[in-house]
């Protein structure tokens, strides 16, 4: 088997994505996608909104500022910690950032 550089084998790897989950992906150092996971807005000082994809098992939270990310391999059970927990931001701080793997998002135009 041919050898790639890591950059193709992301870059394929987003192609197959991109094909499985019919959402677009561009991969760079900044990679980006398009949502298509619902979020319901939650009371939060720095979080706007949360989804959860079972299929994908992704969270996406939207902050205040606008920043919207997608967290990879995401069990459920921390999804439903987040919407049950009085303070949003601090599971956030403890049991996500940093925790899985981060991709921006960009908002599917409306």
Do not use: W
């Not at 398009?34 to 939060?44: D, K, N, Y």
């Not at 939207?62 to 927990?85: C, K, M, T, W």
């Amino acid at each position: 088997m041919p050898r790639c550089s890591p950059r193709t084998l992301v870059a394929s790897l987003l192609l197959v994505a991109t094909i499985v989950t019919g959402e677009p992906a561009i991969a760079a150092d900044d990679t980006i996608i398009i949502s298509r996971i619902r979020r319901v807005p939650v009371e939060s000082t720095a979080l706007a909104a949360v989804g959860y994809s079972k299929r994908l098992r992704a969270l996406e939270i939207e902050f205040r500022n606008g920043a919207i990310y997608r967290y990879l391999d995401v069990p459920r059970s921390i999804h439903q910690e987040l919407l049950s927990a009085p303070s949003k931001a601090r599971v956030y701080h403890e049991k996500i950032r940093g925790k899985y793997r981060a991709l921006h998002v960009k908002q599917r135009a409306k």
